[in-house]
């Protein structure tokens, strides 16, 4: 009998139905482009966007599965971590629909449905396995032992990975959101053009720390337009000036991504690193990493695109392992509360 899942913590609404034998019978996003406008998201809009959207998205799912409410073995839902008002929109919906239907309800939590994203597919990792984790609000590293039995190495101690992107295509004025524009424009410049630095954690080998490149990008556009140089007669090489400070910024980040993961690896020598969240659209992190991989005897592993963002089917997936694995319904999930903070904890 098949499971369904609901996932709203951010800004993209989502439903998957998932079959007791892992096989995806639908995948169902909607995005909110209304916060392009704000170069971010926004909060409030966000839930009543949610709730504009969920009724919908979690019908259209149930259609093409071909799955009928009755027929629903389990729900899950994301219940942290994310934006509050996000996750009590999908959180109250799934809880209603459960007890409607009378059946479990799993609270998920979202990091776990990006360490278990490649796991969608039936040739994902298989533990022990290292998950990098890198996306708009987080960027960590994992090492998944088993099914059932994980813990977080390292995390970021400040901006992620992704909203560095996302500040740094603020600075160049670029829109949003700022990760694909940075890649494209990065395609055209000089990644060795600025020697931007690259964090090294000596206390938290592990960690991640992306605002030093960030505030660096900034004095350096901000010096360049102090010294009003350019003049409407130099637009083509002020493009290239551009072009290279995205190069040299992208470079810096996955340059501090790639040295951390080695330091990692070089402990817990597993077989398999898995690329996980909405950074890891990033072709260029992917060849670096497989490259890194070559060199150090791993293989690397990344979803497609639609499951690199937020997602309902890795929410199902997480939450098929769980029940696989004997790990229970994680507690009275009904009477779960949003938890914006939470943490990703193989014990939940």
């Given amino acids: 009998m098949p499971l369904l899942a609901i996932e709203t913590s951010c800004d993209e ?3 998957a139905v998932m079959a007791e034998d892992a096989r995806l019978l639908s995948n169902v996003v909607a995005s909110q482009e209304i916060h392009e406008q704000y170069g971010g998201v926004v ?3 966000a839930s009543r966007m949610h709730l504009q959207h969920i009724a919908g998205v979690v019908r259209k799912a149930l259609e093409r599965a071909e799955v009928a409410p009755l027929q629903l073995n389990a729900i899950a839902v994301t219940h942290g971590p994310g934006l509050i008002g996000s996750l009590l929109v999908g959180l109250s919906f799934a809880k209603g629909l459960a007890l409607d239907l009378g059946v479990p309800l799993l609270g998920v939590n979202h990091l776990e449905g990006h360490l278990f994203s490649n796991n969608i597919s039936p040739e994902g990792p298989q533990p022990p396995f290292l998950s990098l984790i890198v996306s708009g609000g987080h960027s960590m590293l994992a090492h998944v032992e088993d ?4 813990r977080i190495l390292g995390e970021t101690q400040d901006d992620a990975a992704g909203e560095a992107f996302d500040k740094v ?3 160049l004025g670029l829109p949003y959101p700022g990760g694909p524009q940075i890649e494209k424009l990065a395609a055209a410049g000089n990644p060795h053009a600025i020697a931007f630095p690259v964090a090294r954690l000596k206390d938290a080998p592990f960690d991640f720390s992306f605002s030093g490149l960030k505030t660096a990008v900034l004095y350096h556009v901000r010096k360049l337009l102090s010294n009003e140089a350019a003049t409407s007669g130099e637009q083509q090489s002020l493009t290239q000036v551009k072009a290279d400070i995205a190069a040299s910024f992208q470079h810096a980040l996955i340059t501090a991504i790639l040295e951390t993961t080695a330091r990692a690896h070089e402990k817990f020598p597993v077989s398999s690193v898995a690329l996980a ?7 260029t992190l992917r060849q670096a990493l497989m490259e890194l991989g070559q060199t150090r005897g791993f293989q690397v592993f990344y979803p497609p695109p639609i499951y690199c963002t937020d997602n309902a089917a890795m929410i199902a997936r997480a939450a098929m392992i769980r029940l696989t694995h004997m790990r229970g319904t994680n507690g009275s999930a009904y009477q779960h509360a949003p938890m914006p903070g939470l943490k990703l ?3 939940l």
């Fill in 345 to 347: 904890d193989s014990n």
């Fill in 147 to 150: 099914w059932n039995r994980y």
């Fill in 277 to 283: 969240g909405g950074v890891a659209c990033n072709k």
């Fill in 13 to 15: 609404t989502c439903a």
């Fill in 169 to 171: 295509a603020r600075i």
């Fill in 43 to 45: 909060p409030e809009l």
